[in-house]
C-alpha cells in the first residue's frame, strides 16, 4: 500500500501520494516512439494540457528530447530553446499545475526549476552531466531516478545481464545513495522499462516491480504505449492502448504510485477500478 503520509514537494506545490498518481506525457520533439505524443507548436501544448487536466493528471511531463532506441542526444541550449518558451506558457495559462520536466541536463534543470517546474525527470541518473547531482540539491525538487544502460543511442546493443533484478536494484541503490548524501531528499524510483532491456526483461521487471519498493520511495511505471506492449502483440503504438491498461493494473497491484501516461483517461479509468479491488480484498 501507499504511504499515505508521503508528500512531493514540487516547487511550492504539494503532492500527497495517499493515491496512484498520474502523469501525463507532452512530447515536444518530432522524434518520440508515438506520433500521438509529439507537439510542435505551443497552442497544440495547451490544449493537450488542459484535455489531460480535466481528464485527471496531476503531473504533466514535458519533454523536449527524444529518448526512444537510437535517438541523438542534443545540447542544452537545444533543448532550453524548445522548452523553456513552452514552459512558460503552461506556467502562465496553469499556474496550479504541477510540471515534470524531462532532462539530463543541470543547467536546464535550473532553468525549468526558475521558470516553475516542480519537478526533474532524468532518464540518465545523472551519468550525462556530473553537475546535475549537485542542481538537484540546489532546487529541492523531486526527481525521478531511472535505469538505463548507456545512452538512448547505443542502449538496445547490450542488453545481457547477470541478474536482471539485482543488477537494476544494484544500480538504483548506488546513485539513490549518491543522492541521499547530495541533500536530495524527494527521489522516485523507475526501473526504465524499455531503455536496455529485452521484451522479457520488460516483463520480468513488471512482474516484479514490488522488489524496488523496498527504497521507500514511490515507484513510478513508465511502460505506456512502449515495445513490450506492442511487439509483444504485433502491432504498433498506435494500437497498444488496450495492453498498457492491461499492464497499468498489474504495475498497481505491484504497487506503483505513479503511472506515467499518454492516455490519462484511460490511467485515471484503471486507477479508479483498482481502487475498488482494493477496497473489496476480504
Known amino acids: 500500500m501507499l504511504d499515505p503520509q508521503l508528500t512531493l514537494n514540487c516547487n511550492g506545490r504539494l503532492l500527497s501520494l495517499d493515491r496512484p498518481r498520474i502523469m501525463g506525457i507532452i512530447n515536444i520533439n518530432d522524434n518520440s516512439f508515438y506520433a500521438g505524443s509529439r507537439y510542435d507548436s505551443v497552442d497544440a501544448v495547451l490544449k493537450t494540457a488542459q484535455e489531460m487536466l480535466d481528464a485527471g493528471a496531476d503531473i504533466l511531463d514535458l519533454g523536449a528530447m527524444s529518448t526512444r532506441p537510437g535517438a541523438e542526444t542534443i ?66 525538487l523531486p526527481y525521478v531516478l531511472m535505469h538505463m544502460r548507456g545512452r538512448p543511442k547505443d542502449m538496445q546493443k547490450d542488453v545481457r545481464y547477470d541478474n536482471l533484478l539485482t543488477d537494476v536494484y544494484d ?48 515507484v513510478l511505471c513508465g511502460i505506456s504505449r512502449k515495445s513490450m506492449i506492442w511487439r509483444a502483440l504485433g502491432t504498433d503504438p498506435a494500437w497498444a492502448l488496450n495492453g498498457t491498461s492491461v499492464l497499468h493494473l498489474k504495475a498497481l497491484q505491484e504497487g506503483a504510485a505513479i503511472l506515467r501516461a499518454h492516455d490519462v483517461k484511460e490511467a485515471r479509468q484503471v486507477v479508479r477500478l483498482h481502487s475498488l479491488l482494493e477496497e473489496n480484498r476480504s
Open 75 to 140: 545540447s542544452a541550449a537545444s533543448e532550453q530553446q524548445r522548452l523553456l518558451p513552452v514552459l512558460k506558457a503552461l506556467k502562465n495559462t496553469y499556474p496550479e499545475a504541477i510540471i515534470s520536466v524531462d532532462t539530463v541536463y543541470a543547467d536546464t534543470a535550473r532553468k525549468a526549476a526558475a521558470a516553475g517546474a516542480g519537478m526533474i525527470n532524468d532518464v540518465s541518473a545523472g551519468s550525462m552531466d556530473p553537475e546535475l547531482f549537485p542542481a538537484l540539491a540546489e532546487l529541492g
Open 171 to 218: 544500480f538504483l541503490a548506488e546513485r539513490h545513495a549518491q543522492l541521499t548524501t547530495s541533500g536530495v531528499n524527494d527521489v522516485i524510483i523507475d526501473p526504465g522499462f524499455g531503455f536496455g532491456k529485452s521484451l522479457e526483461d520488460n516483463y520480468r521487471l513488471l512482474a516484479n516491480l514490488g522488489v524496488f519498493r523496498a527504497f521507500n520511495r514511490p
